[in-house]
């Protein structure tokens, strides 16, 4: 069984710039999440779906970072514009349903350094 | 704010040695508790999950969890180099509009020497 895939697995980009990461969950799991993970902390979320509804996206930045997932498969986030702050790996992870308990699967992530 | 904590590291222990990793959460009505390990430039793994209290054995690891004081550990035997990474404790959301979502500690460093 494909694990979740995301690309890029790099992204350098100078503040205040675009950026998009792409993520294609693992087949037949509805629920898709993305997390963000700064160096020395735990991943924390940014945004679930549940197939191509938002589920929760009460930490996301909504002034610059948004997220879609038009057809309940694979997902894009996007910040615009970049701040250093927003240097970190983003994460996405899928799970067959929503809910818990739910294990969750981890793509290789995407390492974004903001100059 | 939901809170997870785990025990501060870095964690170092010889070969064939046990490791106890503990990790303690603030939000009583989490039901399921994951285990993930990271290695250094990596994405976290999922290793081990508990739902019920008492012992979850999976080889050469054991999750204990304890619901009345919130607590749970991972307990590696035979501490193995392979095993040095950053083990992540993640408690589950189980109702409310936050259903599903994991809440990630900052992890333990566990160093296995040889």
């Known amino acids: 069984e494909a694990g979740v895939a995301q690309s890029p697995r790099y992204k350098i980009i100078e503040k205040r710039q675009s950026v998009a990461f792409w993520c294609n969950p693992i087949?037949?799991?509805?629920?898709l999440y993305w997390y963000q993970q700064i160096l020395g902390q735990g991943p924390k979320l940014l945004i679930q779906f549940q197939n191509n509804g938002v589920v929760d996206d009460s930490q996301l930045p909504k002034d610059r970072f948004s997220a879609e997932r038009l057809k309940g498969v694979d997902s894009t986030l996007k910040i615009q514009p970049a701040k250093l702050e927003d240097s970190a790996v983003y994460l996405c992870?899928?799970?067959?349903?929503?809910?818990?308990?739910?294990?969750?699967?981890f793509g290789p992530g995407t390492r974004l350094t903001v100059t | 704010q939901k809170e997870v904590e785990q025990n501060s590291g870095p964690l170092s222990v010889p070969e064939g040695a046990i490791a106890s990793l503990n990790c303690t959460y603030s939000d009583r009505g989490s039901q399921s508790f994951f285990w993930y390990r990271q290695y250094s430039g990596k994405s976290p793994e999922l290793i081990m999950s508990i739902y019920s209290n008492g012992d979850k054995e999976d080889g050469r690891f054991t999750a204990q969890l304890n619901k009345a004081s919130q607590y749970v550990s991972l307990l590696i035997r035979d501490s193995q180099p392979s095993d040095s990474a950053t083990y992540l404790c993640a408690p589950q959301a189980d109702r409310g509009s936050t259903l599903g979502r994991l809440y990630f500690g900052r992890g333990t460093q566990l160093t296995v020497w040889p």
């Open positions: 087949s037949g799991h509805a629920t």
């Open positions: 992870a899928s799970s067959f349903l929503s809910g818990s308990p739910h294990e969750q699967y």
